[in-house]
Nanobody, 116 residues
Framework: QVRLVESGGGLVQPGGSLRLSCAAS????????MDWFRQAPGKERDMVAH????????DYADSVRDRFTISRDDTKNTVYLQMNSLKPEDTAVYYC?????????WGQGTQVTVSS
């Protein structure tokens, strides 16, 4: 069955870095665009980063542009989110998602907390 498993979350101080990973299985990973979303308590789930099927195109929310980098390794069926210069407002549950036409799959999420 389809599985997306995020890892790498945790507690980090402001200004620190984390690298999230999302391991995919159960579908043809290379055929799907991949996204990272996040959801803070009491807020909507918002997309923070997108990478196209072949990795040739990326896009970011304005709030994370120049701080976060999305990448993928199709040989490992894994998508990454490198997060630098973290701020308290980056605190949220981070979800990876695979999408193609009308299909979208979700992971279970990983908590990122930015606090001193």
């Amino acid at each position: 069955q389809v599985r997306l498993v995020e890892s790498g979350g945790g507690l980090v101080q402001p200004g620190g870095s984390l690298r999230l990973s999302c391991a995919a299985s159960g579908f043809t990973f290379s055929s799907y665009s991949m996204d990272w979303f996040r959801q803070a308590p009491g807020k909507e789930r918002d997309m923070v980063a997108h990478i196209s099927r072949n990795g040739g195109s990326t896009d970011y929310a304005d709030s994370v542009r120049d701080r976060f980098t999305i990448s993928r390794d199709d040989t490992k069926n894994t998508v990454y989110l490198q997060m630098n210069s973290l701020k308290p407002e980056d605190t949220a549950v981070y979800y990876c998602s695979a999408t193609r036409t009308a299909s979208r799959f979700w992971g279970q999420g990983t908590q990122v907390t930015v606090s001193s």
